[in-house]
């Protein structure tokens, strides 16, 4: 039998390791490749009831990051990305590319990728995986090569995630795609020539269809047109990007995005738009728990719809004037509200959990409609756990608000349902254990330093069994 003494010793010495590889990772200027095994083994002790106050400075966006950190494969020369998240998603893009044959140097937020003649047009399962976003490769692939190979992304958690309407667009400029051993094989002999293609699904507009599209008509003969493009904030700043890489391309932010092909990209410096969903949590989290909070780093535009919702269901929300910082305090009436999510300028579905965590203790009823992804609901299981009262049926939460909610272990699912989660662990009674903390390490950056920062009392421990209830 194992004794407690050499358990407390083996935990010792892997929080020993942990810090080391850490401290490791921290001091070291370029990227290294294999720190984030070592990353997934935490979880997050949440004292609950502690209000936070102070201020908090928002993150560069990781939607915006992806694709742009993929669009330096577009051109020989280097790029410079200021402001790029240190999260895992945005490391395993730079991982992938380094891998590709790219040059990265990563120091302190700002990226510089330089892309030589000869990189490789083919990525493999293994490298690709645990990124979904790893399908932004495609349209700088096929602009600047003419070819790729790039394993079919599988299902996930928040639902079926097709790629048709990525493959329907390079076929229309072209392309001749066949699947084989689990791969996209993509190819366009004689290059790709611009079209006009329609990009919206059954569900809306694709948002990563619409940035590969965009990559891959850069460098197309001709122009291309792109209808029911996807409109949101991330494609925006991927076509600001591109256009000071030389790009000609004109109607991002609206419903049709016209790209005239030019000849050849040029190194750039961009600096990434702030992370609005990151800046719409810190809002959800000042409307529960807070005494106040001043969130800094945002853009007005782009978080309207979480700031209106949030005035209608009873709290402060007041920006200042140029829009850049938002101050948001909890109401004394709060009340309960509905959300049907939708492609931006709508309520976006990547919100929907944390408020679901708000509802959760408004009282009254609220309700929660995906349409975007109607099977994103695994944190309401969760939540439930907790004390919540939801019910799910048919990508709709309905939410019977209750006094309080209580402290439990908890397991995080994905990136956004371990955001609810966090959210309500800071507003229940007790202590809330969140296993498999990686799911918030792909997508906030610093979560835990962040909310210590303004008062929460939150511990990241290593997670030796990893939170497996098998
Ligand atoms: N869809 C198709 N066919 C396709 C592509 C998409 O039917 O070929 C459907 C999807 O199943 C979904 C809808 O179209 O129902 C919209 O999906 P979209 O393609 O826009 O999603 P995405 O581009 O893969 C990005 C964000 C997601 C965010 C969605 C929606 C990145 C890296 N990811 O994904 O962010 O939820 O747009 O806004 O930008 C997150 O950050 O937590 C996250 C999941």
Do not use: W
Request: hydrophobic share 40%; with cysteine; charged share 20%.
């Amino acid at each position: 039998m194992v004794g407690r003494d050499f358990l407390g010793r083996l935990s010792e010495a892997s929080s020993f390791i942990l810090q080391l590889a850490r401290g490791m990772l921290e001091s070291h200027q370029f990227y290294q490749t294999s720190s984030f095994s070592i990353l997934t083994m935490d979880k997050l002790i949440v004292e609950g009831g502690y209000k936070l106050s102070g201020s908090v400075n928002i993150s560069g966006s990781k939607n915006a990051s992806l694709p742009i950190l993929a669009a330096a494969l577009l051109t020989d020369e280097p790029v410079r990305i200021s402001r790029v998240p240190d999260v895992s998603d945005t490391n395993y893009m730079l991982q992938i590319l380094s891998q590709l044959g790219a040059s990265v140097e990563r120091s302190s937020g700002t990226v510089r990728i330089e892309s030589p003649e000869g990189i490789s047009s083919s990525a493999s399962y293994e490298q690709v995986r645990k990124m979904r976003a790893s399908i932004c490769l495609l349209g700088p692939m096929m602009a600047r090569m003419h070819r790729c190979t790039l394993p079919l992304p599988g299902g996930c958690v928040i639902g079926d995630r097709p790629v048709d309407l990525h493959l329907r667009a390079i076929k229309a400029l072209g392309a001749k795609v066949r699947v084989k051993g689990g791969n996209m094989v993509i190819e366009a002999p004689d290059g790709l020539v611009g079209t006009t293609v329609d990009m919206r699904g059954d569900n809306g507009p694709t948002v990563l269809g619409t940035d590969n599209l965009m990559m891959a008509a850069v460098l197309a003969q001709g122009t291309t047109v792109i209808e029911s493009a996807a409109r949101e904030p991330e494609v925006v700043d991927l076509a600001n990007f591109l256009n000071k890489m030389g790009a000609r391309i004109e109607g991002a932010g609206s419903r049709t995005i016209t790209i005239h092909g030019v000849e050849k990209l040029h190194g750039c410096d961009h600096t990434v738009i702030p992370d609005r969903i990151e800046a719409g949590t810190f809002m959800v989290a000042a409307a529960m728990v807070s005494d106040g909070l001043t969130i800094n780093r945002v853009c007005r535009e782009h978080i309207r719809s979480m700031a209106d919702l949030l005035i209608e269901c009873g709290h402060t929300v007041q920006f200042n004037e140029d829009g850049t910082s938002v101050y948001v305090e909890p109401g004394k009436n709060p009340r309960s509200g509905k959300i049907l999510t939708n492609p931006y300028p709508g309520y976006p579905t990547d919100m929907q959990a944390q408020m679901t965590a708000l509802f959760a203790v408004t009282p009254g009823i609220s309700v929660v409609k995906d349409t975007i992804f109607p099977q994103r609901f695994m944190h309401c299981s969760e939540l439930k756990r907790m004390g919540a009262n939801i019910k799910v049926d048919a990508g709709t939460a309905i939410i019977t608000g209750v006094e309080g909610l209580s402290g439990a272990p908890v397991m995080a699912s994905d990136l956004r349902a371990s955001a609810a989660l966090v959210l309500a662990a800071l507003a229940a009674e007790g202590t809330t254990e969140i296993h498999r903390l990686y799911h918030i390490d792909r997508g906030y950056e610093m979560l835990d330093e962040k909310l210590l920062c303004l008062g929460a009392k939150v511990q990241r421990v290593l997670d030796l069994d990893g939170g497996n209830v098998d």
